[in-house]
């Protein structure tokens, strides 16, 4: 890491007015900037972060003139911090739930060259789990899993963990208006990151319960996360396997799944045939289904392996 390079912090701001001032305060001396973004926020987060301006010269206020989501604030943050010149950027949020003396072990593997995006992991340590409400820790494991499957990275846990750190190298890479805007943001980063071959890293901390309001709603999550996760999952496959690479995996896949499709429309309609008309499939209609089916899931679970396989690593030789 050069001595000239420069770190912000991007905190979105909507409906933390209680702990907005905290959070800044307990922000420490090496982060040159602090980036406020007040996402039209009811409560004036973003007024309350203007007033402290007078103590700390780091700090950077965006408004917005509507609602955008999370994810718009933290783009409209991270576009801030690249005028301002920084080399890294952490993105924090504004309800006191990240401990800001992880922000030194968050950005070491970024400084080191070891990573091109940290995320905080509070699955890694047994101690951080006791304090975590049980519903939360069933719902993150199970969310955890399938953002695996989505994003490529097999081996993080935690995807939706908010507290992370980026190079401005990597961002830069990044088409704004093709990121969600809202809730899915942190997820749809890591499909972005595993399609530019962005080194993903966890660090182990930490979370902080409280008395957060948040504007969340489960229903929402739950109607639109399946939809976004199919989409951006089918997206990296396009990408990863067939624009950017062609290799086994795409292989694979090709051969996989129209072979599974067939099988299993093949012999689901043979099913209801031999029903309606009363009659049994003889052994070679029902091989016709069957053996499709046995060989797609094969070869749809070694393009699986090639893509455990595939997860972004660091050259060991490279500076």
């Given at each position: 890491?050069?001595?000239?390079d420069?770190?912000?912090?991007?905190?979105?701001?909507?409906?933390?007015?209680r702990?907005?001032?905290?959070?800044?305060?307990g922000?420490?001396?090496?982060?040159?900037?602090?980036?406020?973004?007040?996402?039209?926020?009811?409560?004036?987060?973003?007024?309350?972060?203007?007033?402290?301006?007078?103590?700390?010269?780091?700090i950077?206020?965006?408004?917005?003139?509507?609602?955008?989501?999370?994810?718009?604030?933290v783009?409209?943050?991270y576009?801030?911090?690249?005028?301002?010149g920084?080399?890294?950027?952490?993105?924090?949020d504004?309800?006191?739930?990240?401990?800001?003396?992880?922000?030194?072990?968050?950005?070491?593997?970024l400084?080191?060259?070891k990573?091109d995006?940290?995320?905080?992991?509070?699955?890694k340590?047994?101690?951080?789990?006791?304090?975590?409400?049980?519903?939360?820790?069933?719902?993150?494991?199970?969310?955890?899993?399938m953002?695996?499957?989505?994003?490529?990275?097999w081996n993080i846990?935690?995807?939706?963990?908010?507290?992370?750190?980026?190079r401005?190298?990597m961002?830069?890479?990044f088409?704004?208006?093709?990121?969600?805007?809202r809730y899915?943001?942190?997820?749809?980063m890591?499909?972005?990151?595993?399609?530019?071959?962005?080194?993903?890293k966890?660090?182990?901390?930490?979370a902080?319960?409280?008395?957060?309001?948040?504007?969340?709603k489960?229903?929402?999550?739950?109607?639109?996360?399946?939809?976004?996760?199919?989409?951006?999952?089918?997206?990296?496959?396009?990408?990863?396997y067939f624009?950017?690479?062609?290799?086994?995996?795409?292989?694979?896949?090709?051969?996989?799944?129209?072979?599974?499709l067939?099988?299993?429309i093949f012999?689901?309609?043979?099913?209801?045939?031999?029903?309606?008309?009363?009659?049994?499939?003889?052994?070679?209609?029902?091989?016709l289904?069957?053996?499709p089916?046995?060989?797609?899931?094969?070869?749809i679970?070694?393009?699986?392996?090639?893509?455990?396989?595939s997860?972004?690593?660091?050259?060991?030789?490279?500076?």
């Amino acid at each position: 890491m050069s001595s000239s390079d420069k770190t912000a912090v991007v905190i979105p701001a909507y409906k933390v007015s209680r702990h907005i001032e905290k959070v800044i305060e307990g922000i420490p001396g090496f982060i040159n900037f602090i980036i406020v973004v007040d996402d039209k926020c009811p409560q004036n987060s973003g007024k309350i972060a203007e007033e402290l301006i007078k103590k700390d010269h780091r700090i950077n206020v965006v408004f917005h003139e509507k609602n955008g989501g999370v994810g718009a604030a933290v783009i409209s943050g991270y576009q801030k911090a690249i005028e301002l010149g920084a080399d890294y950027i952490v993105k924090m949020d504004g309800d006191g739930q990240m401990d800001p003396e992880y922000l030194d072990k968050l950005l070491k593997p970024l400084r080191e060259n070891k990573a091109d995006y940290c995320k905080g992991n509070r699955f890694k340590e047994r101690a951080y789990l006791k304090n975590m409400p049980r519903i939360r820790l069933l719902g993150n494991s199970a969310m955890s899993f399938m953002l695996k499957v989505c994003s490529g990275y097999w081996n993080i846990m935690d995807p939706t963990n908010g507290f992370t750190a980026i190079r401005t190298e990597m961002l830069q890479r990044f088409n704004f208006e093709k990121l969600s805007k809202r809730y899915f943001f942190e997820s749809d980063m890591l499909v972005h990151l595993n399609i530019y071959n962005g080194v993903v890293k966890d660090v182990p901390m930490p979370a902080i319960y409280g008395e957060e309001e948040s504007s969340l709603k489960i229903g929402n999550v739950l109607l639109r996360f399946p939809f976004q996760l199919k989409h951006r999952f089918l997206k990296r496959i396009l990408y990863k396997y067939f624009f950017f690479d062609f290799n086994m995996g795409s292989v694979y896949t090709l051969v996989g799944v129209p072979m599974f499709l067939f099988g299993t429309i093949f012999g689901i309609y043979r099913w209801i045939y031999g029903v309606m008309n009363d009659e049994i499939n003889s052994t070679g209609t029902v091989m016709l289904a069957i053996l499709p089916i046995i060989l797609g899931i094969q070869f749809i679970l070694q393009a699986i392996q090639i893509d455990i396989n595939s997860v972004p690593k660091k050259d060991l030789n490279s500076d």
